[in-house]
């Protein structure tokens, strides 16, 4: 079993009982997902955005300031 995969069950484990930081579990649980399998669930920009990916909004991956961010892991 891989190092993501023994993270995704941890999570899945604590989903059950995590109350108020359950969007924030589900969101890791959800990328590390796709990090495994992209076609399997939506990518963690389009999840957290709500953007369709493929759509005209949704930024391409070689333009990182079009994602919201000022440089690379600043936000604004």
């Known amino acids: 079993m891989s190092f993501?995969?023994?993270e995704i069950d941890r999570i899945?484990?604590?989903l059950v009982a995590s109350g108020p930081r359950y969007d924030e579990l589900?969101?890791?649980?959800?990328?590390?997902?796709?990090?495994?399998e992209p076609s399997g669930t939506k990518s963690p920009y389009a999840m957290i955005t709500?953007?369709?990916e493929g759509s005209g909004?949704?930024?391409a991956p070689s333009n990182?300031?079009?994602c919201g961010y000022a440089?690379?892991?600043q936000r604004d």
């Open 4 to 6: 993501i995969r023994r």
């Open 12 to 14: 899945r484990e604590s």
């Open 26 to 36: 589900y969101a890791a649980q959800q990328a590390l997902e796709w990090a495994l």
């Open 50 to 52: 709500g953007i369709q």
């Open 57 to 59: 909004d949704y930024p």
């Open 64 to 66: 990182p300031a079009s």
């Open 71 to 73: 440089s690379a892991g």
